[in-house]
């Protein structure tokens, strides 16, 4: 019986030390707003940036548009084979004239992102 219960607990402690080594799979792309029948694409810039060991690198991809521009949705789509990075928005965004995105690699990665700014 004993023999039982520890062979159990050795399966379960298995089991879940192997999920915390896995690697993430999924992609991380930024995805706010919708974009509707009357909008434009008011801007589209990629970034790439190659890995550097043992760095985290960054960029802001800035827009600002006049004063009657209305953004209505901003995408940022993962290019290639993942490498972990992760896009947000720090500043600006939908209902503004101006949105300002960062895209930010893992540690000794890189990335490479198409950014997409929609609107009237």
């Known amino acids: 019986m004993k ?3 520890l062979l159990q607990v050795l399966c379960l402690l298995a089991l879940g030390y192997g999920a915390l080594i896995k690697a993430p799979t999924s992609r991380t ?3 706010v707003g919708y974009v509707t029948s009357g909008d434009k694409l008011l801007h589209r810039v990629n970034v790439y940036q190659p890995p ?4 985290i690198q960054y960029q802001d991809v800035v827009y600002r548009g006049n004063f009657t521009t209305w953004i209505s949705a901003v995408q940022a789509t993962e290019v290639g084979a993942t490498q972990y ?4 928005i720090i500043a600006g965004g939908i ?3 101006n949105v300002t ?4 690699s893992a540690l000794g990665y890189g990335y490479y992102y ?5 609107g009237r």
Request: glycine share 4%.
């Open 29 to 31: 792309n930024l995805n």
């Open 95 to 97: 209902g503004y004239n």
């Open 114 to 118: 198409w950014i997409d700014i929609w």
């Open 3 to 5: 023999i039982l219960l």
């Open 101 to 104: 995105v960062r895209v930010q």
């Open 52 to 55: 550097i060991a043992n760095a």
């Open 85 to 88: 990075a992760t896009p947000w």
